[in-house]
């Protein structure tokens, strides 16, 4: 063969690998986008971050392919409102949800608090844009009617736990998942799996294999690891010869079978050749959990981070985050841009090409998938009513730049921190920066919006005084 026939060959060969590739996917040209939430995944917890003992291979690959977060947060230091955070693009200030439980003036009682029917959810935003959305997991921003469930709040196909006692007597085992609403239910067979997220990557990937790929896909996988309430894993051998107590043991395997499912989920993307075209995002709802007997310094889950879970302090609120999105992302970036929950909805909305919707406060990250700066912002804002009397259990947060207010309870003076020197948040310097700190007390006033179910300042004036 002279060098003419072979660069012929060469052409012919490539024509007909870019038409079979046309042929098995006619990629849309806006990406698929497949979002991936941990349910209290401290940011200490993947070796991307620095965990030293507890393996995530798959998530750390992913972290060498695409970008790592550094100042990554959660909207909320706590499920349902991080949540809430997420999908309506609210910051916790002025979003429907502020704590897991919350007050009804009208019944005077506490129960959960859903998403309003008039404020737009992602599922809602993408399915509107086109997308085929799904919902797999965890949703806990609904109530006992099914009209605020994941499938009734713009997921198309939607399957999701369920919990607690509802009017009728109607009590939910939430080892049961509900898919379309109450049209059909799955039980979660525990002997069955590794862990509960091997059964929603199940899920997953069977309604993956049904899709057609005329329209993206909107894929929100809520997995459950490694949060208490997933007291034991099928695989008994992880981490076995290990020597760790039972309990410590136990919350290492769910985050590596966690990494597992994820990369499952991953193969299967490429194997339907359509990972090249999709955008991963994968991050947590909350900081460490240190729940139930398990120790969050057992693992340092937090890294040097002050608190945890329920705190406004760091460990409570930054949370590992990932990007990855093929041609896109560059290969190893780490990126220190404070961002927050409120950022994905307009960030999806830019990258699905729509309007960002006017009830969204956050701010898109989608020019640093590109390797570029995003918009600057003034400050980030965080408040929680955590359920119960002490005036403490009302708690907020500012950062502006690389400094971080932090007060408990309104009355409290806010404590400040500079991340820069102090990633501890160890050494209070609110007596050096009295113009900062007041300026932090206004942004934490200004930003509440009124909201009847969680009063600001906290539970004491319906529970009554401390
Ligand atoms: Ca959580």
Redesign the pocket.
């Known amino acids: 063969m002279n060098r003419y026939q072979f660069l012929l060959l060469m052409v012919a060969h490539l024509f007909f690998s870019c038409s079979e590739r046309e042929e098995r996917v006619n990629p849309p040209s806006r990406p698929h986008i497949v979002f991936l939430l941990?349910?209290?995944l401290g940011y200490g917890e993947l070796g991307s971050y620095g965990q030293k003992l507890i393996h995530t291979p798959v998530l750390d690959e992913l972290a060498r392919k695409g970008i790592r977060f550094t100042n990554f947060y959660?909207g909320s230091p706590?499920?349902g409102p991080?949540?809430a955070v997420i999908l309506t693009g609210k910051h916790s200030a002025s979003s429907t949800i502020r704590g897991n439980i919350g007050y009804h003036p009208e019944r005077e009682v506490f129960a959960r608090v859903a998403l309003k029917p008039d404020e737009m959810t992602l599922g809602e935003m993408l399915r509107e844009a086109g997308y085929q959305t799904a919902f797999i997991g965890?949703w806990?921003l609904d109530d006992c009617n099914v009209e605020t469930w994941a499938h009734h709040r713009g997921f198309d196909f939607a399957v999701q736990e369920q919990f607690g006692t509802c009017p009728g007597g109607i009590v939910y085992d939430e080892r049961m998942h509900w898919i379309n609403g109450k049209q059909d239910s799955i039980f979660y067979d525990q002997t069955a799996y590794d862990c509960l997220d091997e059964f929603r990557t199940e899920i997953a990937l069977d309604y993956l294999d049904g899709l057609d790929l005329a329209d993206p896909i909107f894929l929100f996988m809520s997995y459950r690891a490694p949060?208490a309430h997933e007291k034991t894993v099928g695989d008994k051998d992880l981490y076995a010869d290990q020597g760790w107590p039972e309990i410590e043991r136990t919350h290492a395997a769910k985050i590596t079978l966690l990494d597992k499912q994820v990369g499952r989920l991953l193969d299967k993307l490429t194997e339907m050749g359509v990972l090249d075209n999709t955008l991963i995002v994968f991050t947590?709802?909350?900081g460490a959990?240190g729940e139930q007997g398990h120790d969050h310094t057992f693992f340092q889950s937090t890294g040097e981070l002050r608190g945890r879970?329920r705190d406004t302090y760091e460990g409570g609120l930054r949370v590992p985050a990932l990007a990855f999105w093929a041609g896109n992302t560059k290969p190893g970036t780490v990126d220190d841009t404070p961002l927050s929950g409120q950022d994905f909805m307009p960030t999806f909305a830019e990258v699905a090409g729509i309007k960002v919707p006017d009830q969204t406060n956050g701010v898109s990250f989608a020019p640093v998938l590109f390797g570029r700066d995003p918009k600057p912002r003034d400050y980030l804002v965080w408040e929680f009513n955590m359920y119960g009397k002490p005036s403490t259990n009302f708690r907020q947060a500012v950062r502006i730049g690389t400094m971080k207010g932090v007060r408990y309870g309104v009355d409290s003076s806010m404590e400040l921190y500079d991340l820069a020197q102090d990633i501890s948040e160890s050494s209070d310097i609110s007596d050096q920066y009295p113009e900062l700190v007041r300026k932090m007390e206004d942004i934490v006033q200004k930003e509440h919006v009124p909201n009847p179910h969680f009063p600001y300042g906290g539970y004491s004036a319906i529970l009554g005084a401390e």
Request: net charge neutral; proline share 0%.
């Open positions: 941990a349910d209290d959660a706590i499920c991080s949540r965890k806990h949060h947590s709802d909350n959990q879970k």
